[in-house]
């Protein structure tokens, strides 16, 4: 098949025509992706490097093309949603409903199945399905709790976003910190993870959604998506904005999704006294955390706590976003701002790195 694939840190990505794919063992299922989106993760994994080479992608949608021995829901014909992180419902975190942290998938972030082989290769070496799902191929070989049924009639070059953007920002809204109605919010930094998480806000009921960013295009996007009052972090100071904006409490939840530690320490000073911070954005491995009076955390009851692809269970949520779409309250089409080729698919990861439009989708 042909992929585009990372073959060395922090270069663009070499797209080649002899990968090989497995077949379909006990439990597995062979997809032919149709279109996936481009995610801050894979640009992060790109300039780590590690476990090379490696095809990226994990925003994927596409139809299964072969099931192995034991698979029950899914055939040949299904159309899928693959997800990074299907859940074993057997460990200690599935069996307590934290599934994102299955002890039995945290392997696929690292480009393997869960008995730590990968299904491609090239002239016989192996080549790593990076985050689960391997979607800058033609075709990706999961275990069946990988990929969820969509109904016929689902636009999978559009529903590919709910893959990660939407099962992250919209489930750290709902699953992760639970918004309700009424609230008070603010979002750090608008990529796709950024605006899922403002329309997760806007879906929940949120009163009032805060919304900080750099870039103008993306600040103007998220009043689109929701956002009620837009700031600008290079002229307006975002913490006493927000308490101003709140009248002076701060907000109930703030939530960073753009990765960047400082910006953390910023939502606890920004939430009020009993409020909740999100990290959803992942702070390079070494960026600590600094908080300015601690204290707060205790005398303040503020909580920082962590969401993993939005807290789901995929199978119920997948289908959850998709009926949110049905109904028009969950945008998935302004979500999409460029389409490339795989032959394209570097313009899209400069996209990403020049915070171009919103997201960009390769077709396959
Ligand atoms: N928790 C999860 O499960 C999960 C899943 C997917 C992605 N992520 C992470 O989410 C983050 C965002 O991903 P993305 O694809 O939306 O990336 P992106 O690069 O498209 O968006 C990041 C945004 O942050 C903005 N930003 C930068 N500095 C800022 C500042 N000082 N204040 C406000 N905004 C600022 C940028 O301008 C940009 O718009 C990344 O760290 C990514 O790795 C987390
Ligand atoms: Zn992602
Ligand atoms: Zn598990």
């Known amino acids: 098949m042909r992929a585009a694939v990372l073959t060395s840190q922090g270069q663009p990505l070499e797209v080649l025509d002899n990968i090989d794919v497995a077949e379909p063992g006990p439990g597995q299922v062979l997809v032919k992706v149709a279109a996936c989106g481009i995610c801050h993760s894979d640009v992060t994994i790109m300039d780590l490097g590690h476990q090379l080479p490696m095809v990226l992608g994990h925003e994927a949608a596409g139809t299964v093309e072969a099931v192995g021995p034991g698979v029950r829901r899914l055939a040949a014909g299904d159309q899928v949603m693959l997800t990074p992180l299907g859940p074993c419902g057997r460990c200690y975190w599935c069996v307590r409903g934290e599934h994102t942290i299955c002890a039995d998938a945290q392997q696929f972030v690292g480009g393997t199945l869960s008995d730590g082989t990968t299904p491609l290769s090239r002239d016989g070496e192996d080549v790593w399905q990076g985050l689960g799902v391997g979607g800058f191929g033609e075709y990706s070989l999961v275990e069946e709790r990988n990929a969820v049924k969509l109904d016929p009639d689902v636009p999978l070059d559009i529903a590919c976003v709910i893959g990660c953007a939407m099962q992250t920002g919209v489930g750290a809204v709902l699953n992760t910190a639970d918004v309700e109605a009424g609230a008070t919010v603010l979002v750090t930094g608008l990529g796709g993870i950024?605006?899922?998480?403002?329309?997760?806000?806007?879906?929940?009921?949120?009163?009032?959604?805060?919304?900080?960013?750099?870039?103008?295009?993306?600040?103007?996007?998220?009043?689109?998506?929701?956002?009620?009052?837009?700031?600008?972090?290079?002229?307006?100071?975002?913490?006493?904005?927000?308490?101003?904006?709140?009248?002076?409490?701060?907000?109930?939840?703030?939530?960073?999704?753009?990765?960047?530690?400082?910006?953390?320490?910023?939502?606890?000073?920004?939430?009020?006294?009993?409020?909740?911070?999100?990290?959803?954005?992942?702070?390079?491995?070494?960026?600590?955390?600094?908080?300015?009076?601690?204290?707060?955390?205790?005398?303040?009851?503020?909580?920082?706590?962590?969401?993993?692809?939005?807290?789901?269970h995929s199978h119920h949520e997948v289908p959850r976003l998709i009926a949110l779409w049905r109904r028009g309250l969950l945008d998935l089409?302004?979500?999409?701002?460029?389409?490339?080729?795989?032959?394209?698919?570097?313009?899209?990861?400069?996209?990403?790195?020049?915070?171009?439009?919103?997201?960009?989708?390769?077709?396959?």
């Open 194 to 312: 950024g605006i899922a998480t403002v329309q997760g806000a806007r879906i929940a009921g949120a009163a009032r959604i805060i919304v900080s960013d750099p870039v103008e295009d993306r600040r103007d996007a998220a009043i689109h998506f929701g956002a009620t009052d837009v700031l600008d972090p290079g002229e307006d100071d975002v913490v006493a904005r927000t308490r101003e904006l709140t009248g002076g409490i701060g907000v109930d939840y703030a939530f960073d999704s753009a990765g960047y530690a400082p910006l953390l320490a910023d939502c606890v000073a920004a939430s009020r006294v009993g409020g909740t911070t999100v990290s959803v954005g992942v702070p390079s491995f070494e960026q600590p955390l600094h908080i300015e009076g601690a204290f707060q955390i205790a005398s303040h009851e503020k909580k920082i706590i962590g969401s993993l692809l939005g807290s789901v």
């Open 333 to 364: 089409e302004a979500m999409i701002t460029q389409r490339y080729s795989l032959d394209e698919i570097n313009h899209g990861v400069d996209d990403l790195r020049n915070t171009r439009g919103i997201r960009s989708v390769i077709s396959l």
